[in-house]
Nanobody, 123 residues
């Protein structure tokens, strides 16, 4: 059983930055991956970025690739999402997810989810 805990959300002005963290416990599987998704009010949950734990490679959604960076601290079993030049449309509940199917963009590939951390971009 994988347990995930996110932190780092908050209120930030447009153009600002935030760094989200996700700590994991119980990691297993040779194709283990961790990902960030987000869900804005009234919208579907969408893929943001993912990190293949053992392969060390990553994927970021085209919509945020020039502003968001996913990274990993293997010793801490944690991933991070550095979000720069934030826009009001980035406002959402950000979720950390984990699974054993490698990097996937669909929510069904990730059986483990954190509780979410709110990011609000507003002046």
């Amino acid at each position: 059983q994988v347990q995930l805990v996110e932190s780092g959300g908050g209120l930030v002005q447009p153009g600002g930055s935030l760094r989200l963290s996700c700590s994991a416990s119980g990691r297993s599987g040779s194709n283990y991956a961790m990902a960030w998704f987000r869900q804005a009010p009234g919208k579907e949950r969408e893929f943001v970025a993912a990190f293949n734990w053992y392969g060390g490679f990553q994927v970021t959604a085209d919509s945020v690739r020039d502003r968001f960076i996913i990274s990993r601290d293997a010793a801490k079993e944690a991933i991070y999402l550095q979000m720069n030049t934030l826009k009001p449309e980035d406002t959402a509940l950000y979720y950390c997810a984990a699974g054993n199917r490698g990097i996937q963009r669909d929510i069904g590939s990730y059986p483990y989810w954190g509780q979410g951390t709110q990011v609000t971009v507003s002046s």
